[in-house]
């Protein structure tokens, strides 16, 4: 580990809650997930599981009710909501009520449970369904007006390369692409080659970071965490590196451990900028967002290197869950007991 990346976990750090007594039920984080079609169950599970097992208090998905079926008997720790749709087959169109086919219907649903959270992933496990992309689309412009933090992954990325302004300058949501979607985004922003090279361009001509800090500039400065060997975090202006080791297996869902870890680090940012506790406000609220994603990126890089560890090649998406809670400790670590004594 750098002395760069220590400096800034050491930052990271202050986000993180001590677990005091007179805190109650959902002041610690409510995340929800929206995502989940009736192909991709998986996607949503890890994401919520992961925020659950970081330490949010109540850990949401909403998904569709195919989806959701299968989703509740993988756990029943997490909460699972019905609440989205899909488009009905032109078999099914004729017994579909209108209510289940009418986006705004659908997404007003949604939207009314955004008083009760404060962190939405949307994309793991969404698919390319038109209802299902136009109600997270309708979901995400309600959430801005809101100012609600929100994570972007998988297929909700296909939503910002469609409508770019939706989040032109919102600086609540982060948007995490790997190197096939980082690639899509690009050309999605610069569709003419406005910046010459793309994202595949001469890499000797640039530095590492340049083309995620040009992706945030173009999109007025939301935050994006472009993955690979490295993670790089740019909101356009600050640029942060996560460059601990981690697994050499590359499985479907480990994506989704990083959206959920991310989540939780943003609802502890809120409670640390509602001074639910005692921690002396060292952090300025600018930095406090990238700070929460390179607290996620850097317990999922650990969660992927434990689990190599003790897997090897048979490394699954399941455990980087299991080794959720042990990379916390290793990267962040509970709040000393002087610090939460000093602050009962």
């Not at 890499?203 to 083309?211: L, W």
């Not at 700070?291 to 699954?316: D, N, P, V």
Request: proline fraction near 5%; glycine fraction near 12%.
């Amino acid at each position: 580990m750098s002395s760069t990346t220590k400096g800034v976990l050491n930052k990271v750090r202050q986000l993180v809650p001590p677990m005091l007594e007179k805190f109650h039920k959902g002041q610690l984080g409510r995340v929800a997930v929206i995502g989940g079609s009736e192909d991709y169950t998986g996607a949503p599970y890890f994401s919520a599981m992961a925020s659950a097992r970081l330490g949010c208090d109540m850990s949401h998905i909403i998904c569709t009710p195919g989806a959701g079926a299968v989703i509740k008997t993988y756990s029943p720790n997490l909460m699972v909501h019905p609440l989205m749709r899909q488009s009905p087959s032109p078999a099914q169109a004729s017994s579909t009520p209108a209510a289940d086919k009418d986006v705004e219907q659908v997404s007003g649903r949604i939207i009314d449970m955004l008083s009760r959270l404060h962190v939405l992933v949307i994309g793991p496990g969404l698919g390319r369904d038109p209802l299902m992309q136009d109600t997270c689309a309708r979901v995400m412009a309600a959430a801005r007006e809101r100012k609600m933090p929100v994570v972007l992954d998988a297929d909700a990325l296909a939503i910002v390369i469609k409508s770019p302004e939706l989040v032109m300058g919102w600086r609540e949501v982060v948007l995490t692409p790997n190197v096939v979607e980082f690639g899509r985004l690009w050309k999605g922003v610069f569709p003419d080659g406005e910046q010459q090279g793309g994202a595949e361009g001469d890499k000797e001509a640039k530095s590492e970071s340049a083309q995620v800090e040009a992706l945030s500039k173009a999109l007025g400065g939301v935050t994006i965490i472009q993955k690979g060997g490295k993670d790089f975090i740019s909101n356009g202006e600050t640029t942060l590196v996560v460059d601990l080791v981690g697994g050499l297996k590359r499985s479907g869902g480990q994506g989704d451990t990083l959206t959920g870890s991310i989540a939780t680090l943003l609802a502890w940012r809120k409670a640390y900028l509602d001074g639910l506790w005692d921690h002396g406000g060292q952090l300025k609220e600018a930095e406090t967002l990238s700070l929460a994603a390179f607290g996620g990126a850097a317990i999922t890089r650990e969660c992927s290197r434990l689990a190599f560890e003790k897997h090897g090649r048979s490394l699954q998406a399941s455990d980087l869950t299991d080794q959720v809670h042990i990379a916390f400790q290793n990267i962040l670590g509970e709040p000393t007991r002087t610090r939460q004594a000093t602050h009962l």
